[in-house]
């Protein structure tokens, strides 16, 4: 099992940059795939970008491809989710999450574990 702890949200007015992290448990972090999802008030969650368990490999949302990136550091138990060039549109509750699955998550069943989630509000 595994625990994550997100940090980095904050107020950033649009075309600002954030970059969050996902501090994990343990000593199996490497052994997990990961992802950043993203819930807006009234909306549903939705997946913003998944990682192999090694980093060789990444997935975006068509909406966050080009301004965010996702990257991990094993060594320090850590995933982080870079974003530029930030919309109004982008303003969630942010969560990282650990999977099992051996290859890149795509799907929110694909994911096991969640954080507890990091406010990102951006202004216009």
């Known amino acids: 099992q595994v625990q994550l702890v997100e940090s980095g949200g904050g107020l950033v007015q649009a075309g600002g940059s954030l970059r969050l992290s996902c501090a994990a448990s343990g000593r199996t972090f490497s052994s997990y795939a990961m992802g950043w999802f993203r819930q807006a008030p009234g909306k549903e969650r939705e997946l913003v970008a998944t990682?192999?368990?090694?980093?060789?490999?990444?997935y975006y949302a068509d909406s966050v491809k080009g301004r965010f990136t996702i990257s991990r550091d094993n060594a320090k138990n850590t995933m982080y989710l870079q974003m530029n060039r930030l919309k109004p549109e982008d303003t969630a509750v942010y969560y990282c999450?650990?999977?099992?699955?051996?290859?890149?998550?795509?799907?929110?069943?694909?994911?096991?574990?969640w954080g507890q989630g990091t406010q990102v509000t951006v202004s216009s």
């Open positions: 990682i192999t368990r090694s980093g060789a490999s990444t």
């Open positions: 999450a650990a999977s099992r699955l051996v290859g890149i998550p795509i799907a929110e069943a694909h994911f096991a574990f």
